[in-house]
């Protein structure tokens, strides 16, 4: 069975900081990997995916991520984070149906970010 | 802009009554998904269908709980008897079922059991 760590629930950051979210995941196939941002009160928007090709993956709202097939992991980053930035981010792990398009999706717990003034 | 809505936003009700939440994906999106989120769980995989057919409900307590897609444009989800322990926030998905396609996830339906 397939599952997805996120091993900080609550991640402070001052506002201008770099930030790094850390996603582990475990699937027996290759995986598609996304990840999702979710403020209070509101649904889940994607951040960016990864299906295949390149490593470094760029996302909306100046997000990256590189998926580590060696470490089983799928970390996001911003260079600098902004006060709107502030929410709960989810990691996600999916597979592939094989008439295509990905089957659903296994979430890690999330991370909540705090950004500090 | 297309989106993923859903009904009710909110539902409030007591313990042994029905519960429909409806969900109408996004045009032309084969693939439709209920996921439930919870402060314990976190968000979980209900069922999933594709060109309106059942693909896994592996994750739906089967007693209480069904899912169904009556056409293409409305996917519910129904708890009859509800309880307690129902409470929290139902989020529906579509995607277009094409290789490399991600999931748009609606608003949510957030449901109180009282």
């Known amino acids: 069975a397939q599952s997805v760590t996120q091993p900080d629930i609550h991640i402070t950051v001052s506002e201008g900081a770099s930030l790094e979210l850390r996603c582990n995941y475990s699937?027996?196939?290759?995986?598609?990997l996304f990840w999702y941002v979710q403020s209070p009160g509101q649904g889940l928007q994607l951040l960016l995916k990864y299906f295949s090709g390149d490593t470094l993956v760029q996302g909306i709202k100046g997000f990256e991520a590189e998926f580590k097939r060696s470490q089983s992991s799928f970390n996001l980053r911003k260079p600098s984070v902004h006060w709107s930035d502030a929410a709960e981010y989810f990691c996600?792990?999916?597979?592939?149906?094989?008439?295509?398009?990905?089957?659903?999706?296994?979430f890690g717990k999330g991370t909540h970010l705090i950004i500090q003034p | 802009d297309a989106r993923v809505t859903q009904t009710p936003r909110h539902k409030v009700t007591e313990m042994g009554q029905e519960v429909t939440m409806r969900c109408q994906p996004i045009?032309?999106?084969?693939?439709v998904f209920w996921y439930r989120q919870t402060m314990m769980q976190g968000l979980e995989l209900l069922a999933y269908?594709?060109?309106?057919?059942?693909?896994?409900d592996s994750g739906m307590p089967k007693d209480r709980f069904s899912a169904e897609m009556p056409d293409a444009t409305l996917a519910t989800l129904k708890i009859q008897p509800s309880e307690p322990r129902d409470s929290a926030v139902y989020f529906c998905?579509?995607?277009?079922?094409?290789?490399?396609?991600?999931?748009?996830f609606g608003p949510g339906t957030r449901l109180t059991v009282t």
């Open positions: 269908f594709r060109n309106r057919a059942p693909l896994d």
């Open positions: 996600a792990v999916g597979a592939l149906y094989s008439g295509g398009g990905a089957d659903g999706l296994t």
């Open positions: 699937y027996g196939a290759t995986p598609y």
């Open positions: 045009l032309g999106h084969n693939t």
């Open positions: 998905a579509s995607g277009p079922g094409q290789s490399q396609s991600e999931q748009y």
